[in-house]
């Protein structure tokens, strides 16, 4: 038989009681007993006139949990817990602790704002899409674990919230979390957020490699900016994507080649295209990949190594669809104007990392913009794997005397729709100027 009791699990947010929901609030309200770790409960102290409160200190979870199921079988009982009771919360703990010993209290969950969310919002938007949270505390998840997530969430291009990032005892995991940004991100922007909306708040944004040790505790939220993250104007963001739909503002739409933004870009690359136009003047999408690439090596010559294969225009439907894009090395992918899948991240085996990389991505191949610009190997490795997974289109330019005319080749005689060079030449530069313009193409009104 049921309790007559009932267990609120509260979720009060990042810590200032204006940001706790009203459901929380009235949960309280209607609570006898309010169990938490001491330092949640004395945040909501004005609201807990005629309550009685029973405190608990750090790393005594089971103890809490127990006493709030014990007292919810008579009393209406609120066990509250910081930002939301699911994430690193209380949560998890009350839920297996009923199953478990088959408990029979009823239980509701209210939810509440996240430290994250709390911390996105003071920074601007950095979380505004596909993010990943993850913990730097090995108190309960062992460090090989935490540090697997961490690179899987660096490499799949995922804004980062980190939560305690470091304590008084535990300093050596964010030294290792940082090095892993490094590696894997580069000197990206890290949002630094300490107390939020709590008395001591900090808020900064910085480049990865400003960031002290002691900046960060376990009252502080990092948040890692992904590939597409802006600093600018005190505020860091994320784009939604919007700007490549619509025009945002009236820099955006002075916007007229080669990824030009300001008011100087803007005239240079005018200039730039006249000029280009005068060296190269034919038309269409096939003139302007030839006068990117032209401009990107400083070489008119390039243009009589370069090789069009199909229907080119098929790589701008590709993008106009949002299709994936997949790259042999990080240089490509910094190029880009979009996201993309670097093969050599995901590189092992005795085969060169950039193709085995993409033999293990061979299921995502199908059906992708597949740009090489580095690596024969990786060419190589295409060539088979499209046998089976085909692409929807290709930029391949691998450089070097070794295979790099024979990869290509390769290339040219799939029934594919594609972009190569002929020969040696070749480059990171060329292939990623070459999707830009595919990108540019793919962005620009019917």
């Not at 490699?209 to 009252?219: G, I, K, T, V, Y």
């Not at 005190?234 to 503002?249: A, H, N």
């Amino acid at each position: 038989m049921q309790s007559q009791g009932k267990l609120y699990v509260v979720g009060i947010g990042p810590g200032n009681v204006e940001l706790m929901t009203l459901k929380a609030r009235k949960a309280i309200d209607e609570s006898e007993y309010v169990v938490g770790y001491k330092t949640y409960v004395e945040r909501i102290s004005d609201l807990l006139e005629g309550k009685k409160a029973i405190t608990t200190p750090m790393r005594k979870e089971v103890e809490r949990v127990e006493i709030a199921l014990n007292l919810a079988r008579e009393h209406v009982v609120s066990l509250i817990s910081g930002g939301d009771p699911s994430v690193y919360g209380i949560l998890p703990l009350v839920v297996e602790y009923a199953v478990e010993n088959n408990l029979d209290v009823a239980i509701e969950v209210v939810p509440g704002v996240t430290a994250a969310n709390a911390a996105s919002a003071l920074l601007g938007s950095p979380i505004s899409g596909d993010h990943a949270v993850v913990s730097l505390s090995d108190l309960i998840v062992p460090w090989s674990q935490i540090e697997k997530r961490l690179i899987y969430a660096l490499k799949g291009d995922f804004v980062i919230a980190i939560y305690n990032p470091s304590s008084r005892r535990r300093r050596e995991n964010l030294r290792k979390a940082l090095k892993l940004i490094r590696k894997f991100r580069g000197n990206v922007w890290v949002g630094v957020v300490r107390n939020a909306f709590r008395d001591g708040e900090r808020v900064a944004v910085k480049r990865v490699s400003e960031l002290e040790e002691d900046e960060a505790d376990m009252n502080t939220i990092l948040i890692v900016g992904n590939s597409e993250s802006v600093a600018a104007r005190g505020v860091m963001y994320t784009p939604r994507g919007y700007s490549r739909k619509y025009s945002i503002s009236p820099e955006r739409k002075r916007v007229a080649k080669m990824g030009a933004e300001t008011r100087e870009a803007v005239e240079i690359a005018r200039k730039s295209e006249e000029i280009l136009k005068a060296l190269h003047p034919e038309e269409g999408l096939k003139g302007d990949i030839v006068r990117r690439c032209i401009a990107t090596t400083g070489d008119v010559s390039i243009r009589d190594v370069l090789r069009f294969k199909g229907d080119v225009y098929e790589g701008v439907r590709a993008l106009r669809d949002s299709c994936r894009i997949i790259v042999d090395v990080r240089m490509v992918k910094a190029g880009l104007r979009r996201d993309s899948i670097a093969a050599v991240d995901f590189g092992d085996g005795e085969d060169t990392k950039t193709a085995s990389g993409l033999r293990n991505l061979e299921d995502l191949v199908e059906g992708s913009i597949v740009a090489i610009g580095n690596s024969p190997s990786a060419a190589l490795a295409l060539y088979e794997i499209a046998q089976t997974h085909r692409p929807r289109f290709i930029v391949a330019t691998p450089v070097g005397f070794v295979n790099a005319a024979e990869s290509k080749e390769a290339i040219r005689s799939l029934e594919i729709p594609s972009v190569t060079t002929e020969g040696p030449r070749g480059g990171s530069g060329i292939c990623a100027a070459i999707v830009n313009c595919l990108i540019e193409h793919a962005e620009r009104p019917d």
